[in-house]
């Protein structure tokens, strides 16, 4: 199928129950083992410096970012982004080396401790942790990156204009499903209108029921998902097609378990729930 961003926005979600998902034209989707043979993973793999052959659902969710973000502007070069519950994740020094000014955001220190994201080595206090050299040259860096404290459940009021924002597996851990889907709702006022938000999370693949909703971890279900496009296109966003094709490869139908695989994991059991990556971006109201 031939995507272009201007025939694939809607104002009305569309499905496609057939074809499987692509990165050369992201909508929302979920983690398939066919998007790492793409040539717009290897694209996105290499500017990332991600593991050759690794077919892990954590890189494919920031290739899905920077891919959404290149396929809605063409270039981050002068656009401003902002990134929320960034950890030490390599998108920001990336999008710095590709000429965006960034915000970087996580939580404050206590509350990081408090959940467990300093023990797991999961979380920045600071613009040194995001420093990669390979991405973007210190000097660079530094003018073009600040970080503040965010707490993703109560957006500072300033946080406006942005050209674009992002987050990778974060809005799960806010609390509780609404939590999460009121956070990208409230995040949109972040952006100038036609910005583009773009956001991972956890999918429930074994139930459109029962799932796992708890304080530290809620994993959203097709229905959810549904509501939370239906709810985003009432308010004038644009959302595009969305994907439910789980994959069909070997790999696809394969479950992780604990302890879990570093090089084979797109799926994975989480108490008795599988769940995998779910990709999702959202073009602000104009």
Known sequence: MNWHPKSWWSKQPRQIPLDGPTLKGPVWQMCTAAQFEEDAYTEASQ???LPAGVKHRKLW???YIRSALLSHFGSLEGKRGLGFGVGREP?????AGAGASIVATDLGGEEAAAAGWIETDQHAASLEALRYPGHCPADLFSQRVAFRAVDMNAIPVDLVG???LWSSCSLEHLGSLQHGMSFIENSMRCLRPGGLAVHTTEFNVSSNGATMESPTLSIYR???????AT???SKGHSVPAINF????QPLDLHIDLPPYSSDRHLKLRVAKFDTTSFGMNICAAR
Do not use: H
């Open 91 to 95: 998108l920001v020094a990336n999008f």
């Open 245 to 248: 094709s789980p994959g069909d």
């Open 47 to 49: 500017a990332l410096f």
């Open 231 to 233: 709810s985003l296109t």
């Open 222 to 228: 097709r229905r959810d998902i549904e509501a939370l």
């Open 61 to 63: 969710e920031w290739a």
């Open 162 to 164: 942005f050209d674009f």
